[in-house]
């Protein structure tokens, strides 16, 4: 026989033991009991527990300002969220995110544990819900419907915040190696042939940049989940709220999070939309996109070391096989192509859940919820581990990318506005029959001098436009 102490507790179905020493109630059980889906727990996203916290906080706020909850109430309640937001409690958080019944269970779960800790805080027992209740004091006014999304969009925004931090924590790192490398000329490719010379400052350069137009974009769906439902209750109605109440939860959401939030202007609209979340996880599939082409690249140009690209060399992070000696593999850039993979996975997910919507309300948030935090937390985690161990350690081969320039028939482009167009294709079929290079051939027939040359080919006039006094000698 266990000697573990319980506490018994009822709901509509019935009644459970709950462990003595646990915050949460008889519903967060029934949800652990019904729910065993995946590894994902409410407990690992500490900030949509936050949002959770907020938004219970900004509606005993509203509700004691009602005259709905009494002096002792609103203060076990309060005290009860600033504790959690503080980072303590989180582990009486178990439910898995995956869930069915819209986060009912979710948000029974913040409801039963911020009731019972308010309880020891009142000086009561957990479980005597008579002097405080997770549905009539923790949940008044509210509903599921629209107290879970709220915390979603809440704690969406709070990991926002720190996803930015990450995000362009890496695009300074692209831009110092841009700078770095901005002297190095090499070769320019499409379609995996040559193309024009341009410097490898110039790659690294639009690495930077290609991510930095994505801030303004992502900014924007994020400011879009600074619009909440609040006082919707169960469809939009705001039935078993009071006059006033959503204004004044809005307004201590302001003040509880420093934040503009705002509400929705149809509330039964926004009970059901969710594509603000659908918004938020495009926006970290069109980062994820661009940071599978980027890390395609770097794959690629540090291929080797002898019968790849091999332009810049990747830190060696771990011997690259079991039965190869001396072999390294990019590593570093081959995870972020996986978590690349797995947010637009993770994308779709949340599309094909926003399209579920029916009628006053889409019972698929659980998982929208879980992928959005998921694709957030595992970029930041990527974006890191790149900067850190590949981005910040690349070393450029200069010998080999001017070896690949003076070899190049690309070069040619460079030299057509000089030498004209017949001259230019002339030496290019030269230099494909014979295997030799645009660079000696052009020296070779006297066409330029090398200071000519040298000068056409100089890295800051291959990097823009330019015009040149130079005349071909035939």
Known sequence: MSDKKTRIESDLIGQLEIPADKLYGVQTLRGIENFPISHFRLSHYPLFIN???????????????????????????????????????HDQFPVDMIQGGAGTTTNMNANEVIANRGLQIMGHEAGEYQYLSPNDHVNCSQSTNDAYPTAIHLGLYATHLRFMEHFKALIAAFEAKAKEFAHILKMGRTQLED?????????????????????????????????????????????????????????????????????AHDLVAATSDTTSMLGYSQALRRI??????????????????????????????????????????????????????????NDVCVAMSAEAAQMELNAMEPVMAQCCFESAEIMMNGFDTLRINCVEGIKANEDVCQGYVRNSIGIVTAL???????????????????????????????????????????????????KLDIKPRR
């Not at 137009?213 to 924007?220: T, V």
């Not at 080797?304 to 190869?324: K, V």
């Open 288 to 345: 994820a996109v661009k940071m599978n082409k980027i890390c395609n690249d770097l794959r690629l140009l540090a291929s080797g070391p002898r019968c790849g690209l091999h332009e810049f060399d990747l830190p060696a992070r771990q011997p690259g096989s079991s039965i190869m000696p001396g072999k390294v593999n990019p590593v570093i850039p081959e995870v972020m192509n996986q978590v690349a993979y797995k947010v637009i996975g």
């Open 51 to 89: 949002g959770l916290a907020m938004t219970k906080l900004a509606a005993a706020e509203a509700n004691h300002q009602l005259g709905l909850l009494t002096d002792e109430q609103f203060k076990g309640i309060s005290q009860a969220c600033l504790e959690i937001l503080h980072g303590e409690h």
């Open 416 to 466: 057509n506005p000089i030498i004209g167009y017949k001259n230019s294709t002339k030496i290019a079929k030269e230099a494909l029959e014979t295997g030799g290079s645009v660079y000696d051939l052009v020296l070779q027939h006297g066409v330029l001098t090398k200071e000519e040359l040298d000068t056409i080919l100089s890295p800051e006039n291959m990097i823009r436009p330019v």
């Open 195 to 263: 193309a024009v010379p341009m410097t490898l400052g110039q790659t690294f350069g639009a690495y930077a940049n290609i991510l930095k137009d994505e801030c303004r974009n992502i900014e924007f769906a994020a400011e879009e989940l600074l619009t909440v439902n609040m006082g919707a209750t169960a469809i939009g109605t705001g039935i078993c709220s009071e006059p006033e109440y959503a204004e004044k939860c809005i307004a201590a959401l302001r003040e509880v999070t420093g934040w503009d939030v705002k509400l």
